[in-house]
């Protein structure tokens, strides 16, 4: 399992998934990115010794070719090491302007290359991880009714639409349904109990979810 935290509450939520996932006999790695100073930007260093092509720097096809010769620098090589033992991704942030926070983007940016999450002949389906689930597991600043498809923020779903099935779909992770707490800094204390109530419960039955469908026809309406 990996799981990225910021924020009180997401705090709160990492604390309880750690705990109630170890009690069903899982092996939890964390990989808290803020703790640990992850570099969220693609640049050269990324890449150990010698380009492929020194000329036309291209940081997609550097790091194909630099994961095909074991030359990813180390950061790299511990987070994708971690991904390939995972068979749970769960990903815990606060939502920052409709997305996840840059140091998460800035991980899916570096750690998920070519070559080790897919290839332009295995994408989606045929994905190079699709023996991984995944969980997006996230806080937002504003009310649910704000992300409703009457509410000025639209519909939650299409925020999810580039993470659920742009990276983690694409690169063959089957998904489950995102846990999403609505404002918990906004809200009473007896309600943020339930929101952590509610996640301890989901965790429980966890393993018996179906992956939910990234490509609904909805989505195309």
Known sequence: MHIKSPSPSNGSLLKIAVEEL??????VTVSDLYAMQFEPRATRNDIVGHLHNSEAFNYGVETWEAYKRGCL??????????????DLLIFQFPLFWFN?????????DRVLVQGFAYDFSKIYDGGLLQDKLSLFSFTTGVS???????GIGGDIRYVLWPMQ???????????????????????SEEKRKEMLAAWTQRLKTL??????NCSPEWYFK
């Open 22 to 27: 170890t009690k069903q006999g899982c092996s």
């Open 73 to 86: 620098s180390e950061d790299l090589v511990e987070e994708q090491k971690k991904v390939r033992e995972a």
């Open 100 to 108: 996840m926070p840059a140091i998460l983007k800035g991980w899916m």
């Open 144 to 150: 649910q009714e704000i992300y409703s498809k009457e």
């Open 165 to 187: 099935h742009g990276i983690m779909h694409f690169c063959g992770v089957k998904v489950l349904e995102p846990h999403i707490c609505y404002a918990p800094e906004n809200v």
């Open 207 to 212: 393993w018996k979810e179906e992956p939910i």
